[in-house]
């Protein structure tokens, strides 16, 4: 789904974990910002780890997911990218 929004996932999906995904960050966000505006949403993404923090984020899907959490996810990364 963040495919759609034209962020580009760091692995091939083939070879990504069904838990954890990283994506780069969209150009001109900071991984803060886009920590903040999330997590005031109720969600938690993490950064890259060393070198790869500034330039990628991670979201892991563990627990009780709906489509509707999905949904709401989606939304508040699209008007934090706006």
């Known amino acids: 789904a963040l495919l759609a929004q034209n962020v580009q996932a760091l692995l091939p999906l083939d070879v990504c974990s069904a838990v954890l995904h990283a994506y780069e ?15 005031a949403a109720g969600f938690v993404i993490y950064a890259g780890q060393g070198e790869l923090a500034k330039s990628l ?26």
């Open 57 to 82: 984020f991670r979201i892991s899907m563990m627990g009780e997911i709906s489509d509707d959490d999905t949904g709401r996810l989606i939304q508040s990364f699209t008007a934090a990218i706006s």
């Open 25 to 39: 960050l969209p150009q001109g966000l900071s991984y803060a910002s886009l920590h903040d505006s999330l997590k």
